[in-house]
């Protein structure tokens, strides 16, 4: 898949330390390291930097399957928490279950290793 340069990154993603794992149609995988600053009050990772994560991913995946030259943009994402973070790396891999003309329906879930963090469905509109 030809990716135009930048369209894979944004300030945000980078700010938070997103890196892009995959990339194909309809799926993307993105990696989160947890660093001091996405730390909450009890030193785990934050839920929102999971949700930023999945929100990203998901994002990407939209843009993989409908065509980076159109973008996408978020309408509702749901989210379960599963089990906290403590140190470490974790790895979202988004995949789009429904690629309509006027919104994308995606899931994703967010592994550390073999152990499930996070799972989230989402629906996207196509701008």
Known sequence: ??????LTQSAFSELIGCRLQRLEQGVAE???SLEPQLRNRAGKLHGGA???LVDITMGLACSSAHG???QSAT???KINYIRAVENGEVLCTARVIHPGR??????ADVYQGERLVAKAQGTFAVL
């Open 1 to 6: 898949m030809e990716i135009p340069a930048g």
């Open 30 to 32: 993105v990696a989160l």
């Open 50 to 52: 999971i949700f930023s």
């Open 68 to 70: 980076f030259d159109q």
């Open 75 to 77: 309408i509702e994402c």
């Open 102 to 107: 006027r919104t994308l329906v995606v899931e």
